[in-house]
């Protein structure tokens, strides 16, 4: 199966609220070796759907650095796509997973600007909730350098 297929199903098993940890290790174990065929999008719904269904890191050590390090290589995408960004980081949220250099990119007054500005997608609310718990769980953080 390819990344679409496995990022569907993912995201079906979130959907409906069904964890099912030999699904879920079956992805995981397959996706760091296509993370160079995911697009974007795909790594930030992988993302979401593992961190809603509460899949911890060290479940497999490689699948959320191989689908970050994707989100890190090819950033220039969250100008075109301000959503899959934030769907990302309050997946990895959800698994207390929090990369301080996407969040300073999130946070930063540029790009909040661009996604309040998104005519397709109601932002603020994903804005409001990163922020408040970035607030929360990290308390040293200081904001976009």
């Known amino acids: 199966m390819g990344v679409k297929g496995l990022m569907h199903v993912a995201l079906a098993c979130s959907a409906l609220h069904y964890r099912d940890d030999n699904i879920l290790m079956a992805i995981a174990e397959r996706v760091p070796s296509l993370v160079a065929h995911c697009r974007i999008k795909d790594s930030c719904k992988l993302l979401w759907a593992f961190g809603t269904l509460g899949f911890p890191p ?6 959320y650095p191989s689908l970050t390090n994707a989100l890190r290589e090819r950033k220039a995408e969250f100008q075109r796509y301000p959503e899959h960004l934030l769907t990302a980081l309050l997946g990895l949220a959800f698994v207390s ?49």
Do not use: R
């Not at 909040?112 to 718990?133: H, I, N, P, R």
């Open 97 to 145: 997973q929090f990369p301080e250099d996407l969040i300073t990119i999130a946070l930063s007054p540029d790009f909040v600007k661009l996604a309040l500005k998104s005519t397709k997608l109601e932002l603020k609310k994903d804005l409001l909730t990163l922020d408040e718990t970035v607030g929360l769980e990290l308390p040293h953080w200081s904001g976009p350098g």
């Open 58 to 63: 060290v479940q497999s050590p490689s699948f």
